[in-house]
């Protein structure tokens, strides 16, 4: 087995081959702790959101997502819900007819004619897998999740675009250009990462009412494209670039924008990749600022439209969960696609 | 149409002046190179003339058009980097192009410059490659193809042989002179490599501490270097300078005292006002006859013999500067034991310490000299 990738070989690696060691034993604690913490909300989200609303309160919790069974009989209108009775020793499985205080009054299903009343400590419903996809189909078609899609899917794109585009032009000046007052401006920018969002967020607001883009996407598009944390991560990718690369372009007569736009741009590619994921999770689970720019219901992001689902006097949990699922996929997906970017990029961005 | 015409240049980094009050002209079509210490300033100079430093003081010139406040694009260069500063995520027939779809090209035209540039430096086979696809060898060719497809009026090449080994070097050097033969466009050629610049120019100037220390064929500098510079940066090993006393004049030229009871008449201008001076006396290790009579008492420290030629390091008896001389063949001197040697004075070039500029040889130094025991 030299060539070919072989898992069990792969899984049973030890850091000394033949030997099991303390680090062995901790790292694989440390790795199966932190997959079930980070696993385990996902996949409890994601099966409760096929969960029946009545269910996902239900104490103590459940795992799968179940519901009762039910049952016609003949002589009853409506199904009635089956149930396990234990009478004098015996298991079986009966109809309830209805319920009152610690005593329910059962039928058999096969004979209705003569209910029997059983106490309702001796007995237990019956339940089968199910998958409420209600849940979805409900927001899909009642509500206007579809919309509020839209807007989030709208936002996140373009403000990536245009966090990619500014902020890169912004490193490109400060990585490749000498000019007075250079650094500066750098350590002013990165100096904006220390200021909270919530100390700007009034004055932030007070502007976008200022120049009339509340309750529009554009008022939380724009003001979240500039960011230090991008102009940063940009820049020092950039400082990796050789100069001459530039001076070559120059040479080759290549005007400024285009040494940008041809030459700086693809070569940043792999820091652009990490930016565009940070932006698109920043952007896609951006949730304050969107709740107070926007206020009406067909400006909401998706975010801010989930919210609405969490009432003053109720909360629909099984719309949550499943629109959360849903909203989870987007990002999952561009996580996919650009991950390889990621570790290249990291890695990329530090010392050469 | 690349001549090239520097008057005057001065370039200073905030207080440090890097280059002093160069003038410089090149005609069209000569392959010219400078070459000099690292530091020198010669790279300053090429990116200068390219258009990527300004200039602090002075005029540039290229083909008669006053270029100093055009871009690097705008003053028909073209430009190979030390790092060859291809685009990495181009392909090679890409990175040709990019100039010229700059300068707004036609897409046939390229594709005819392209095909002739690739022909002419064998690179046709690559054309589709990324640059990392490729050897050092095939990347350089690459980057002279870059410049070629351009048609500049002038080739400017930063130490472009730097970063190949040493076989590869000497081939790249010959390839390059051959290109310059063909398209014989003018050629600004930088180098600390004194090889270089002795193999491939028609005329070297040579650089130090931001000033010109003398221009020239190969040969001129080689033969007569203007000063201690000059004299011992051309030549390897380096020119060996000995302590000598001028003592006197005649038709024949300089008389020189060269201690240990050894006098010579040297090929040197007379000029009886230097009599009683102490000068050095420049000869090239390939310069001295070896004897066990005459001459300078000569102590081996040892020798590096490569077969088909030794060079043999030692001192002259009581004096602490390293001495090189060359022989032709193999030759083994034991270490410790002493020859006597003698500079062939029709090769004896003599500076004056203090100024450091060589003392003028006479136009027809070879015939008269003798020698003198």
Known sequence: MSHGFNPIGFLTRTRRPGRIEITDILSWLWLIAGTLAVLVPV???????????????????????????????????????????????????????????????????????????????????????????????????????????????????????????????????????????????????????????????????????????????????????????????????????????????????ASEFRIFWRIILPLTAPALAVLAIFSVLWRWNDFLWPLIVLSSRENFTLQVGLNAFQGEFSVQWHYILAMTFLSLLPVTAVFLFLQKYITTGIAGTGMK | MGNLKLTNISKSFGALTVLHDINLSIDDGKFVVFVGPSGCGKSTLLRIIAGLEDITTGEIEISGRDVVHLSPAERKIAMVFQSYALYPHMSVRKNLAFGLENLRFKRDEIEVRINEAARMLAIE???????????????????????????????????????????????????????????????????????????????????????????????ELFERPKNLFVAGFLGSPRMNMLKATVIGMHDDGMTLDMGYGTTWTTGIEPDTSMIGKAVLAGVRPAHFSVSEQDGLPFVVQYYESLGTETYVYGTLEGQSDQIIIHQAGHFSPAPGSRLKITPLPDRLHVFDPETGLAIPRKAKQRDEAHAFA
């Open chain 2, 125 to 219: 086979p690559y054309l589709d490659r990324k640059p990392r696809q490729l050897s050092g060898g095939q990347r350089q060719r690459v980057a002279i193809g870059r410049a070629i497809v351009r048609n500049p009026d002038i080739f400017l090449f930063d130490e472009p042989l730097s970063n190949l080994d040493a076989a590869l070097r000497v081939q790249t050097r010959a390839e390059i002179t051959k290109l310059h033969r063909d398209i014989k466009t003018t050629m600004i050629y930088v180098t600390h490599d004194q090889v270089e610049a002795m193999t491939m120019a028609d005329q070297i100037v040579v650089l130090n501490s931001g000033r010109i220390e003398q221009v020239g064929t190969p040969l």
């Open chain 1, 43 to 253: 996949v409890w989200a994601g099966l409760s959101s096929f969960k029946p609303a009545a269910e996902i309160t239900r104490f103590p919790p459940t795992l799968l997502p179940r519901t009762a069974v039910e049952t016609s009989v003949q002589g009853y209108e409506k199904p009635l819900s089956l149930w396990t009775v234990t009478i004098d020793g015996k298991t079986r499985e009966m109809a309830m007819v209805r319920r009152i205080g610690l005593k329910a009054q059962m039928v058999d299903p096969q004979s209705p004619e003569a209910p029997v009343s059983v106490d309702v400590r001796a007995m237990s419903p019956v339940q089968k897998l199910t998958a409420a996809t209600e849940n979805y189909t409900d927001p899909l078609t009642r509500f206007d999740f579809l919309t509020f899609l839209k807007n989030s899917v709208f936002v996140t794109f373009v403000a990536t675009l245009l966090t990619l585009i500014v902020n890169a032009m912004a490193a490109f000046a400060l990585s490749k250009y000498r000019f007075r007052g250079k650094n500066a401006i750098f350590v002013l920018i990165i100096s904006t990462l220390m200021i909270p969002l919530t100390v700007v967020m009034v004055p932030a607001y007070l502007v976008v009412v200022g120049v009339g883009l509340v309750d529009s996407l554009w008022g939380i598009i724009i003001p979240t494209v500039a960011s230090p944390t991008a102009v940063f991560l940009l820049r020092q990718y950039m400082l990796t670039i050789p100069d001459e690369l530039i001076e070559a372009a120059r040479v080759d007569a």
